[in-house]
């Protein structure tokens, strides 16, 4: 039988295991990985619908970034990288509590396409790789198709370990049908 837990209780447990699977992505970004195929697209949309307030939902994968770049080293595409993140969180945000697959798969998606824009855009425009014209610019999105197919696998793979892992914790959380009601 399930012990009872005061709301308040509930709610710390709910939140510590957001950002244990928080934590647990930022590391996993530092280990070494195939390009692109990394947790932290998955975590900012994760924490874009599992945090309740609003400055966890930005901070949390903000300080993960913060935290992977001191270890792998800091870059010009930085403050570019961390905005499309923080679109990410805001697709999270969207999905918010109804955490039903269809629509967070939808936000993996639209998550993994803007990542590629936003950033491949800034890549054409930062550095002298590609002629800044039209052609320049396509030549920079079809050069980097396989990262943006990384990319998507990646934000899959993690998005369906971090909210499945999270949908089992609370599914196994000591708590009353009306707790989980008002904690929503």
Same mark, same amino acid.
């Given at each position: 039988?399930?012990?009872?837990?005061?709301?308040?209780?509930?709610?710390?447990?709910?939140?510590?295991?957001?950002?244990?699977?928080?934590? !647990?992505?930022?590391?996993?970004?530092?280990?070494?990985?195939?390009?692109?195929?990394?947790?932290?697209?998955?975590?900012?949309?994760?924490?874009?619908?599992?945090?309740?307030?609003?400055?966890?939902?930005?901070?949390?994968?903000?300080?993960?970034?913060?935290?992977?770049?001191?270890?792998?080293?800091?870059?010009?595409?930085?403050?570019?990288?961390?905005?499309?993140?923080?679109?990410?969180?805001?697709?999270?945000?969207?999905?918010?509590?109804?955490?039903?697959?269809?629509?967070?798969?939808?936000?993996? !998606?639209?998550?993994?396409?803007?990542?590629?824009?936003?950033?491949?855009?800034?890549?054409?425009?930062?550095?002298?790789?590609?002629?800044?014209?039209?052609?320049? !610019?396509?030549?920079?999105?079809?050069?980097?198709?396989? !990262?943006?197919?990384?990319?998507?696998?990646?934000?899959?793979?993690?998005?369906?370990?971090?909210?499945?892992?999270?949908?089992?914790?609370?599914?196994?959380?000591?708590?009353?049908?009306?707790?989980?009601?008002?904690?929503?």
């Amino acid at each position: 039988m399930k012990a009872e837990l005061t709301e308040k209780q509930f709610f710390w447990m709910k939140t510590g295991i957001a950002a244990m699977l928080v934590l !647990l992505a930022a590391v996993l970004r530092i280990l070494p990985h195939p390009w692109n195929f990394t947790p932290i697209g998955a975590m900012a949309l994760f924490s874009g619908a599992a945090f309740r307030d609003k400055w966890k939902k930005f901070l949390f994968p903000l300080i993960a970034l913060l935290a992977g770049d001191i270890v792998v080293g800091f870059h010009k595409l930085m403050f570019v990288v961390y905005l499309s993140f923080t679109v990410s969180v805001i697709l999270g945000i969207c999905v918010g509590e109804k955490r039903q697959p269809l629509r967070i798969a939808g936000a993996t !998606l639209l998550g993994a396409i803007q990542f590629f824009l936003i950033t491949n855009f800034a890549i054409w425009t930062t550095f002298d790789t590609y002629p800044r014209t039209l052609a320049g !610019l396509v030549a920079c999105y079809v050069a980097a198709v396989p !990262l943006l197919l990384n990319t998507l696998a990646g934000d899959a793979v993690y998005a369906a370990l971090l909210f499945g892992g999270y949908s089992l914790a609370e599914h196994y959380l000591p708590h009353t049908d009306r707790l989980a009601e008002t904690s929503r």
